[in-house]
């Protein structure tokens, strides 16, 4: 039951992470792609961490793997922001009136 | 069905590799770049589950403390053009 | 099975760092390559040599070959184009203009790091913005390019375009006013 339970999440996780690569090559706004690299791939690695710790219930192995997902979600925001901002104040300037994506 | 997903997972890493290299930008590369290094993350965890030794998920610990500073550093220094 | 995958992919990324003309370009292929390479010593069973490859390739390496770069000058090089209702969103990625690669030629042998910014700003307010050396304006089929006096380098790419006598490039000097 829980293996079935984590084969759920983790197929899950593995459609939101193609979704993720494939909004990469979709959208031509930069600014775009960055919303869908952070936010989906996030909420992918979120799902398949989850999958994990219930595979294996409460154990070290979980343990681990629940730092891991709290040092992630602490980090992944930071460098996102980090390359938005380098592409802002680098001049990286899209069409202002293009608001298709 | 983690080993099927070790395979999804690798093919999405060369997907992205291949971002990396037609990236117009260096922006891309480096958005690229922190999605490889979220997925290898990801491997590492399923490789652990797969051989069943947790002491692989110490060397995950040190990739995910340790992964972001390079891009970071990079971000810094095209946006200060050529400062750190 | 994994491992050919990350086979290619590492030679592919090696071959690129050697190839690439542009130096922080080859910055981000190592990362890549010492990145990968890391999960590829996991595959092999060696997990002592993945921790020291991700702690010392994919960070310290990085910040060293930053370091060491500063000793290349930036290059900004502003591109616009007037016309704004033909500016496609695919222009950044499927066109690149013969021009470029003439001035990418000349900073590689000057030792300058060319940093090439797509805008659809006004040329005025580019110029009033510190840092800029070169803006590429196009006009039907003609480049005009626009430098400073006191900027040498920019002045040495003026002379080398004179000598050759180029007839689609026409060349603006902005002089210093107090």
Known sequence: MKILISNIFIIISLIFITLGVFGVFRYKNFYSRILIASYVDTVGFLFMMVGVIIRYGISWFSAKVLLIVVIVVLINPVVTHSIGRSAYHGGYRIDKEDNSD | MIEIATYIISFLVMITAIKIIMGPTIWDRLLAYNLVMAKILMLIVLFSVIIEKSYLLDIAITYSLIGFISTLFIAKFVKDRGKI | ?178
């Open chain 3, 1 to 178: 099975m994994i491992e050919k995958i990350f086979f290619v992919i590492l030679i592919v990324s090696a071959i690129m760092a050697v190839q690439t003309p542009k130096m922080r370009r080859a910055v981000v292929y190592l990362a890549v390559f010492s990145a990968l390479s890391a999960f590829v010593y996991i595959l092999m069973g060696a997990p002592d040599a993945a921790l020291a490859e991700a702690v010392i390739g994919s960070t310290i390496s990085t910040i060293i070959y930053l370091a060491a770069l500063q000793k290349y000058k930036v290059f900004m090089i502003y591109l616009l184009d007037e016309k704004q209702d033909t500016h496609h969103r695919e222009h950044i990625s499927h066109r690149k203009d013969p021009i470029l690669t003439t001035i990418e030629d000349f900073c590689t042998k000057r030792e300058l790091e060319p940093l090439i910014v797509y805008t659809v700003d006004e040329l005025d307010f580019i110029k009033e913005k510190p840092g800029w050396d070169l803006i590429v304006t196009k006009v039907k089929n003609r480049y005009v390019l626009h430098g400073r006096e006191q900027n040498y380098h920019a002045m040495a790419l003026k002379d080398e375009w004179e000598k050759e006598k180029k007839k689609k490039v026409s060349f603006v000097i902005e002089k210093e006013h107090e």
